[in-house]
């Protein structure tokens, strides 16, 4: 184990130490965990009480810790057969696009998550505050656990429906909107279910995109709004580009990343990090969240606030980044400084730096 | 004067309500049963229909239900899949038929049996959506992002609500066949015999029959593949196949007959999709769509399958 990794184990012990961990139905999960350079390294590991998984973690202390959406007989039994699968918590993981600006790229995962939250799981699904559990992944974005008796049982087609269902894979115009044979068209009105009515509100709420030179023209603009409300959009269909309704038809769905979002939530046997634990790859907590519309990860999601200052040198540049309310700026490779400890142990999981002989 | 509570166990046979009354009864096989079943099975595999009993007096009625229990059984001494899934399929369209012209009361009794909890709405019908995933038909109208969803619910009219019942009917059908080695011994040599009768209507793997000018996308290719040597495509995949099939012109009777090498073909079933299909004019799904079905195989680069074709086409 080379400085860095010792170094962080120490803090991640201390954290460990005055933090106590819990996972509901903690006995039937099957955990994994990870080592510096991979975030899993070993699973099959099960705890039969959240007692022994505090006791884990303060003397192994692993730097990533994972635990299984699903419920299992026999956690621990290897292969995955042998487990006896009985069923899975519904989970989400939503990833932040990779750009240069990391509090833009979690400014707009924080948005699909709150579009995903606000607009599917509460509303069209139907699922309370109290069974949606929500907590940020410790790096790049947010992890929502749903516990509920009637979707523990569903398999990998019904979820890829409902993922699907999320996405908006499939969308498409005409089979909202008949034309009919005498040329008019027919189509959802804003009370109406599903994406119909999340269709039929958005042409209401947003005449001006379609029609910006008629803003002001308030009779037109209000025959718009009724002819939809009543479901004929015959006027709408003849005065607006149709592509760009299909295109904003797409936009109403909540976009998860293709191949990796998707995958996540039809894999019945996958590992998600335990809310409350620590990402070596960023130094911050997973930490669950209950008001996610004012959560700010670069400042919520920081546990090691000492005021100490360390040496390091940067091994890779690093852009300006705001982190625990202050504004740290661009740093130049192989610039070798004394900062403080909760953003130095943040540039050294990030792997940005390392610390300074 | 039939006996209404007997008369829904004949048409509902697979209902608990049905089960527990005939087990309470003393049962004598008859070669005339035997024969009625045999014709059950046959009709269900050739015809997709069940035969329907005629005169509603008690004897029928209850003998309809002991050909029932021996039809299931024939099904499973033959144990083949395809089989097992033709039969299935012409048992719940069979109730399905009595469904329609159901009263209130007894649709009550017969949902609440197969555990679908519907909700009224006016003249919609609300279901849970996680039951209804589960008892959904795959064909696309069907598929969650169709469907109107609020609440947790999904509403349904009477048409869909009752075609909800008929899946739910089939699965349970085919779930619950009897095992082969449970068959009581008293009638196994009988029911053997019924089932090498039937055994030969298993229809030949066809061979490659329909003609592709141009190159196939990769993708595509390797289900055409899968299903020439009859293996069991997921939905996606038959659903993906049909359109890119459909888009590179092929006619519904091609595409038909391609997808007859199914092992769980049913003309029916397949017809009435490709139909839909066709009349909707579905866009292929691009390869990331397809990427999320787990289809692609292969960096073609050619963003959509239907793309592939065309591009070769320019070459040529």
Redesign the interface.
């Given at each position: 184990m080379n400085k860095i990794e010792e170094f962080i184990k120490e803090k991640f012990k201390e954290y460990y130490k005055t933090h106590h961990i819990s996972f509901p139905d903690i006995n039937k999960r099957e955990f994994g965990i990870g080592s510096w350079d991979k975030k899993i390294e070993m699973r099959h590991l099960s705890f039969n009480s959240d007692e022994l998984l505090n006791n884990f973690l303060i003397n192994d202390t692993p730097f990533y810790i994972s635990c299984s959406s699903a419920y299992y007989l026999y956690p621990e039994l290897r292969p995955m057969v042998k487990k006896e699968w009985t069923g899975a918590d519904l989970i989400f993981d939503l990833d932040a696009n990779k750009s240069n600006n990391i509090k833009e790229d979690l400014e707009e995962v924080k948005y699909r998550t709150i579009n995903l939250i606000e607009n599917f799981l509460l509303?069209?699904?139907?699922?309370s505050k109290n069974e949606i559990h929500l907590n940020f992944s410790g790096s790049n974005g947010y992890h929502i656990h749903i516990r509920n008796e009637?979707?523990r049982e569903?398999k990998r087609?019904?979820r890829r429906?409902?993922v699907?269902?999320i996405n908006?894979?499939?969308?498409?115009l005409?089979?909202i909107i008949q034309k009919t044979p005498d040329r008019k068209f027919l189509g959802p009105t804003p009370s109406?279910?599903?994406?119909?009515?999340k269709l039929a509100r958005f042409v209401v709420n947003n005449p001006e995109r379609y029609h910006p030179r008629k803003i002001k023209d308030k009779t037109y603009l209000n025959n718009w709004k009724n002819t939809v409300s009543k479901g004929n959009w015959t006027m709408v269909m003849k005065s607006i580009n149709q592509q760009k309704l299909e295109e904003d038809l797409l936009t109403l769905g909540v976009n998860l990343s293709?191949?990796i979002d998707?995958n996540v939530t039809i894999d019945l046997a996958r590992l998600l990090r335990v809310p409350n634990t620590l990402h070596a790859g960023s130094s911050l907590c997973a930490v669950k969240i209950t008001d996610l519309t004012s959560f700010e990860p670069l400042k919520d999601a920081i546990v090691f606030k000492e005021n100490d200052e360390i040496s390091i040198e940067i091994t890779e540049e690093v852009p300006e980044i705001e982190f625990n309310n202050k504004t740290y700026p661009k740093l130049k490779k192989d610039t070798k400084l004394s900062i403080d400890e909760p953003y130095a142990l943040f540039l050294l999981c990030k792997r940005y730096a390392k610390i300074n002989q | 004067m039939v006996d209404n509570v007997i008369l829904f166990y004949a048409k509902y046979p697979f209902t608990q309500y049905a089960k527990d009354y005939i087990s309470s009864k003393e049962i004598v096989i008859t070669q005339k049963v035997i024969e009625s079943a045999e014709e059950r099975v046959i009709e269900s595999i050739t015809n997709n229909i069940v035969p329907k009993f005629i005169e509603f007096v008690d004897e029928t009625i209850e003998q309809e239900l002991i050909i029932y229990a021996i039809s299931r059984m024939i099904v499973s001494a033959l144990d083949n899949k395809y089989f097992s899934a033709k039969y299935a399929v012409a048992e719940s369209k069979r109730a399905r038929e009595y469904i329609e012209k159901e009263n209130e009361t007894n649709i009550h009794k017969l949902v609440k049996d197969l555990e679908l909890n519907f909700e009224k709405e006016g003249n919609y019908f609300l279901l849970p959506f996680a039951k209804y995933l589960k008892n959904s038909p795959g064909s696309p109208e069907y598929f969650l992002i169709n469907k109107e969803l609020s609440n947790g619910k999904i509403r349904l009219t009477k048409s869909e609500k009752n075609r909800i019942i008929e899946e739910k009917i089939r699965q349970r059908v085919e779930k619950t066949l009897p095992k082969k080695q449970k068959i009581p011994e008293v009638y196994k040599l009988q029911i053997e015999n019924s089932a090498l009768k039937i055994e030969p209507l298993l229809p030949k793997p066809k061979t490659k029959e329909v003609n592709f000018s141009g190159d196939i996308a990769p993708c595509m290719k390797l289900l055409l593949d899968d299903l020439y040597q009859n293996k069991n495509l997921s939905h996606h995949a038959r659903w993906s196949l049909a359109i890119y099939l459909h888009k590179i012109g092929k006619s519904k009777e091609e595409i038909l007959n391609i997808f007859s090498n199914s092992p769980d073909f049913n003309l029916n079933i397949t017809e009435y999709q490709v139909e839909y299909i066709i009349s909707k004019d579905y866009s292929m799904p691009s390869c990331t769509t397809l990427k999320t079905y787990g289809l692609c195989i292969t960096e073609c680069g050619c963003f959509n399958p239907i793309k592939y074709i065309k591009r070769f086409d320019k070459n040529e």
């Open positions: 509303t069209d699904f139907g699922f009637e979707i569903l087609k019904e429906e409902i699907e269902y908006g894979t499939g969308l498409n005409r089979s109406d279910h599903g994406y119909r009515g293709q191949d998707i | -």
